[in-house]
């Protein structure tokens, strides 16, 4: 047997693995879900209700330290958001947004990031 048909036979034997939490991911994102939520947020840019679109935005919750790497969350999507309550003018408001799915939502430590970014930033991740 040549090395190459070795090669072959030993990619086909090793099958890839399944992604963590079984989602598929689509259009270079995570999932079909945010995905889905991208196109949104395109549509509302389109429409002026949203501004300033970015997504995997990186914030560092705890700094390196010695001997140890440092605590990153990477946010899902950033952006500004027109808002108007009643008859007082609009303003834009900033938000962080993730895309969570029921197992995602369940991770352990999903809820200390999202505790680490109100308390180092004052910032309330919206959860979609």
Known sequence: MKVAEFRTLQAAAIK???????????DG????????????LELAVKANVVRNLRRQ???ELVPKQEGERSV?????FCYEEL????????????????VKSDATRKIASWPIKRK????RYGIRIRET
């Open 16 to 26: 890839k693995k399944p992604p963590k939490y079984r989602n598929q991911g689509k």
């Open 29 to 40: 994102y995570a999932s079909t879900k945010e995905a889905r939520r991208a196109q949104e």
């Open 57 to 59: 935005v990186h914030f």
């Open 72 to 76: 990153v969350y990477i946010a899902d």
């Open 83 to 98: 808002v108007a309550y009643g008859q007082g003018p609009a303003f834009w408001e900033a938000v962080v947004e993730d």
């Open 116 to 119: 680490l970014m109100l308390q």
